[in-house]
C-alpha cells in the first residue's frame, strides 16, 4: 500500500510560480514511477509530468512543457512539480500518482496509487 500527500496549491496571479510537493509512504518508493496529474471543472483528469525511478528520464505534456519541472528526492520519498510562468488555463486539482511497475507514461490506468489532490488556482 503507498499513501500519498500532496500539498503546496494555492492562489496565484498569471505569470506567477508555485512549486508542488507529493509525499510518499513505503520502503520502495525509490523504484517506483511518479506523475502528476491535472483535472479542471467539467474535465477529464489529464497528465501533466512523470519521472522514472532514478529522476534520470522525464516526460512532459505539451502544454506545460519549458514551463513546468518535475523533480524527486528518493531521501526523502518526495516527488516535486515545480511551476513557473503559470496561466489562467493551469487552474486545476492537481494529483500525483504512483507507477509501481516503473513506467514512465501518459496513461492514467498505469498508475496505481493516487493522492487526494491539491487546488491551484491562477487568476488573470
Known amino acids: 500500500q503507498v499513501q500519498l500527500v500532496e500539498s503546496g496549491g494555492g492562489l496565484v496571479q498569471a505569470g506567477g510560480s508555485l512549486r508542488l510537493s507529493c509525499a510518499a509512504s513505503?520502503?520502495?518508493?525509490?523504484?517506483?514511477?511518479m506523475g502528476w496529474f491535472r483535472q479542471a471543472p467539467g474535465k477529464e483528469r489529464a497528465f501533466v509530468a512523470a519521472?522514472?525511478?532514478?529522476?534520470?528520464?522525464?516526460y512532459y505534456a505539451d502544454s506545460v512543457k519549458g514551463r513546468f519541472t518535475i523533480s524527486r528526492d528518493n531521501a526523502k520519498n518526495t516527488v516535486y512539480l515545480q511551476m513557473k510562468s503559470l496561466k489562467p488555463e493551469d487552474t486545476a486539482v492537481y494529483y500525483c500518482?504512483?507507477?509501481?511497475?516503473?513506467?514512465?507514461?501518459?496513461?492514467?490506468?498505469?498508475?496505481?496509487?493516487w493522492g487526494q489532490g491539491t487546488q491551484v488556482t491562477v487568476s488573470s
Open positions: 519521472i522514472k525511478w532514478n529522476g534520470g528520464s522525464t
Open positions: 500518482a504512483v507507477s509501481t511497475g516503473g513506467l514512465l507514461t501518459v496513461a492514467r490506468r498505469e498508475y496505481d496509487y
Open positions: 513505503g520502503r520502495t518508493f525509490s523504484s517506483y514511477a
